[in-house]
């Protein structure tokens, strides 16, 4: 057999689910959005400066959470090139361009400080 006794309440609990429901989650991830994308072009190996001036974020908003999604608009013939600069590409000539991994590194402090923010929330509740 089984039992279960609870003593107390559950103010804490629900105090943290109004909370967390009524907090403005996009405002949140707009100052987020924006530092990513400065970091990602501060971060951005430069030669004309278009791949590092081309970064943006997009957030969207489904029924089971909120996401963001950093952007890169340089795009030549089909090819992006914030992508390449990445990941690295074979050359017309037979040849290939190894990636630099400066996407990661520049995102990190980013997810760090959104990652601390939510403690924060989810302990302070």
Do not use: C
């Not at 559950?10 to 994308?37: C, D, I, P, V, W």
């Not at 501060?42 to 970064?55: E, L």
């Amino acid at each position: 057999m089984i039992r279960f006794r609870h003593s107390g309440n559950f103010k804490h609990t629900e105090a943290f689910f109004r909370k967390a429901s009524n907090m403005n989650y996009r405002a949140l991830l707009e100052q987020y959005g924006q530092a990513g994308a400065e970091a990602l072009a501060s971060a951005t190996p430069v030669d004309s400066g278009k791949t590092a001036a081309s970064w943006g974020y997009e957030i969207e908003e489904t029924p089971g959470g909120v996401s963001i999604y950093w952007t890169n608009s340089n795009i030549q013939d089909g090819v992006n090139i914030a992508v390449i600069l990445q990941f690295g590409h074979g050359t017309g000539t037979g040849g290939y361009v190894r990636g630099i991994d400066y996407i990661n590194p520049a995102l990190r402090p980013i997810f760090e400080q959104i990652a601390d923010k939510a403690w924060k929330e989810v302990t302070s509740a």
